[in-house]
C-alpha cells in the first residue's frame, strides 16, 4: 500500500514518465534548474509542445516552476519518482516469481522425450 500516493496520482506519474521528450526533460533537470527555453533547445519542437510537456510534469508532481521576475525556472521535484519506484519494487518479486515459474516450464518443454500430453500432464 502506498502511503501517500493513490491511483490517479499513480496514472499521472506513468503517463508523464511515458514520453520520451517527458523523460529527457526529466534527465537535463536532474542536472540542475533550467529555463523553459533551455529545456527546448536539444528539440525540434515549438515552445508551446514544449510548454505543454512541462504542464504535464508539473500536473504529475514530478517538476515545479519557481518565479524569480521574468526568470521561471524549472526544477524536479523526486518524490513522486520515489512513489512510481516503491510502486515497482512491490510488484518486482512477483514478476520474478512469474518470469522463474515461466523459464522451468520452458526448460521442461525443451527436455528430451517431452510429448505435447505430458507437458500438459505437469502443470495441472
Not at 49 to 73: C, F, M, N, T, W
Request: aromatic share 6%; net charge neutral.
Amino acid at each position: 500500500m502506498i502511503a501517500d500516493t493513490n491511483e490517479k496520482e499513480l496514472d499521472a506519474i506513468f503517463h508523464a514518465l511515458a514520453d520520451p521528450t517527458r523523460r529527457a526533460i526529466l534527465s537535463r533537470l536532474a542536472t540542475g534548474e533550467a529555463t523553459v527555453n533551455e529545456l527546448a533547445e536539444p528539440f525540434s519542437i515549438s515552445l508551446p509542445a514544449i510548454s505543454r510537456h512541462l504542464k504535464v510534469l508539473e500536473a504529475a508532481g514530478l517538476i515545479s516552476r519557481g518565479r524569480d521576475a521574468q526568470y521561471r525556472p524549472c526544477r524536479l521535484e523526486p518524490a513522486p519518482l520515489k512513489d512510481a519506484q516503491d510502486w515497482i519494487g512491490r510488484h518486482q518479486a512477483a514478476w520474478a516469481e512469474r518470469f522463474d515459474r515461466l523459464d522451468d516450464y520452458l526448460q521442461r518443454l525443451q527436455e528430451p522425450g517431452s510429448t505435447t500430453h505430458e507437458r500438459k500432464d505437469r502443470h495441472r
